[in-house]
């Protein structure tokens, strides 16, 4: 009955590849969040979707590209990754934009 | 825009002991402000929230309590655990902009037995 779940945990691949993320949450909220931490611990807003429409779209390189194919799910493709995307991603989800929000337990991304 | 500062880590405090974290926020609106707490390889999770002006969180022993007046929210606890160590984000939402949760950079608690 996990709220919040994230696929894989672990991704360890080499420069160039294309990966992708998968989220899921069983809430019933309408929003959805990609956020980015890095080894500091600092923790970066890169995309948000309400009810499938993306709401928030930070700078990040177009190399990053959210999919939300219902409202339960948004999934992260990453083309031809770089060593500076190395860093934990977090999904989270709220009732609505603004409200708490319940995090995955996060995806530690590797790039060799 | 809207900020969050929190004060920076790492803070290492001996069980028992008294326990404040500092944030401070600026925003344009009204803003709800929340605690989160990250433990060791896990997502972060909810600790306490305030919606309004001089309400006060309250969670596991935690407690913050949202000032206007100084713009702050401090993260306190009497009595700090091992179980305690993990890190704490500070965190504002106003619906004034994007409605989105604007975090701290985080502080690293860590207790010693």
């Known amino acids: 009955d996990t709220a919040v779940s994230q696929t894989p945990k672990y991704l360890v691949t080499q420069m160039g590849n294309d990966k992708s993320i998968k989220c899921e949450q069983n809430l019933g909220h309408d929003t959805m969040y990609w956020y980015k931490q890095d080894s500091k611990k600092f923790l970066k807003i890169m995309f948000s979707?309400?009810?499938?429409?993306?709401?928030i779209n930070e700078t990040v390189p177009n190399r990053f590209s959210p999919k939300s194919p219902d409202k339960a799910h948004l999934n992260l493709h990453i083309n031809s990754l770089e060593l500076g995307d190395s860093a934990v991603y977090f999904c989270a989800s709220s009732h609505q934009s603004g409200d708490t929000q319940y995090f995955g337990p996060g995806t530690r991304l590797t790039v060799l | 825009g809207d900020s969050v500062t929190q004060m920076e880590g790492p803070v290492t405090l001996s069980e028992e002991a008294f326990l404040t974290i500092n944030c401070t926020y600026t925003?344009?609106?009204?803003?709800?402000l929340f605690w989160y707490v990250q433990y060791p390889g896990e997502g972060l999770q909810l600790l306490l929230k305030?919606?309004?002006?001089?309400d006060k969180g309250s969670n596991k022993g935690f407690e913050a309590t949202y000032r206007k007046e100084t713009t702050s929210f401090h993260l306190e606890k009497g009595s700090v655990q091992v179980s305690d160590s993990a890190v704490y984000f500070c965190a504002l939402s106003d619906r004034s902009s994007a409605s989105k949760i604007i975090f701290g950079s985080g502080t690293r608690l860590s207790i010693r037995p």
């Open positions: 305030a919606t309004k002006a001089d």
């Open positions: 925003a344009t609106g009204y803003p709800s």
């Open positions: 979707y309400n009810n499938k429409e993306l709401i």
